[in-house]
Nanobody, 127 residues
Framework: QVQLVESGGGLVQTGGSLRLSCAASSFSLRDYAVGWFRQAPGKEREGVSCISATDGSTYYSDSVKGRFTISRDNTKHTVDLLMNDLNPEDTAVYYC????????????????????WGQGTQVTVSS
């Protein structure tokens, strides 16, 4: 059973930063496309960012472009999401998801395209 675990969430003030990490319990994410999604109370799940397994290409939603950076840490075997200049609209539960990614280039942007999900980590930005 594949398990993903997110870490790094917490409470931060407006303008602050957080780094989220996504790790797999029993394998390296090196060959997997990884996406980050978020869901705020009363809102639909939103795709925030993703990174390809084959060529390292990335995607960011318009709401986070220029503030968030997704990257792979091959030493820790994680996919990290560095979030800068946070504002209250970023408050949500953040989830990572993965899918074996060596058969395509562009990372999937829709949640249904992923096979494995973590339990989520809460990010709260105070004003």
């Amino acid at each position: 059973q594949v398990q993903l675990v997110e870490s790094g969430g917490g409470l931060v003030q407006t303008g602050g930063s957080l780094r989220l990490s996504c790790a797999a319990s029993s394998f390296s994410l090196r060959d997997y496309a990884v996406g980050w999604f978020r869901q705020a109370p009363g809102k639909e799940r939103e795709g925030v960012s993703c990174i390809s397994a084959t060529d390292g290409s990335t995607y960011y939603s318009d709401s986070v472009k220029g503030r968030f950076t997704i990257s792979r840490d091959n030493t820790k075997h994680t996919v990290d999401l560095l979030m800068n200049d946070l504002n209250p609209e970023d408050t949500a539960v953040y989830y990572c998801a993965s899918r074996y990614g060596m058969t395509f280039f562009t990372c999937p942007k829709a949640g249904y395209e992923y096979d494995y999900w973590g339990q989520g980590t809460q990010v709260t930005v105070s004003s």
